[in-house]
């Protein structure tokens, strides 16, 4: 892999000075299905929370310890929960909140986690929003999935899931089917509507 740069401002990735389209973008075209009567307040509120929690959860796995605000405390505590009974150590992690973009596959993408546990690769996505979207988290697993095993085709995925951390502290983790039919399709829509490039008389 080349270099790839994330402009957190545009939410843009780009590989060699190539831009690509990141995985939360390639599943729009599932989102606005799912989200299209939805209030834009409660979307923002709800973006806001998740981008908490997932910066609280990356340093707490990163340092052991983190300091959030009271809103998003008990997302985090459920996560503790999770990884308690679960038993995963933080040798166990082996990739926190880590970019990866693919110019063959022609997308990027930021991996949550993936654990190492049993001699298994687990690919996982922590969610906090307040009702689990399992067509949107399917796809975007199947599409993450696909940017880890082209970069490490040594390490496969042996299971994927959707941790859903909750308000009142609960989680559930949701398991994800190794199936990317849905993200492959949303890729070559993508793709389709990207516009082509200008070519120089000779080429």
Known sequence: MGQLLFFDNSHKYQLDGVELP?????????????????????LDKACDRGTKVHKATELLDKYGKVECDEEIVPYVQAYIKWRKDKGITAD??????????????????????????????????????????????????????LLWEN????????????????????YKEIIVADDPTTFLACLTLEKLMQPKRKTKKGE
Not at 22 to 42: A, H, L
Not at 122 to 129: A, H, Q
Not at 153 to 167: A, E, G, N, R, S
Request: glycine share 8%; with cysteine; charged share 30%.
């Open 92 to 145: 166990e992690i082996t990739e926190i909140e880590s970019a990866y973009g693919d110019l063959e596959l022609g997308y990027a993408g930021t991996i949550d986690r993936v654990f190492f546990v049993n001699g298994e690769y687990w690919l996982g996505d922590i969610k906090s929003s307040s009702t689990p979207q399992k067509r949107i988290w399917d796809a975007c697993l199947n599409g993450y999935k």
């Open 22 to 42: 990141s995985v939360s973008k390639v599943t729009r075209f599932i989102s606005r299905e799912v989200y299209g009567d939805v209030n834009q307040y409660v």
């Open 151 to 170: 970069k490490h085709p040594d390490k496969k995925i042996t299971k994927m899931f959707d941790l859903h951390v909750k308000k009142d502290g609960t």
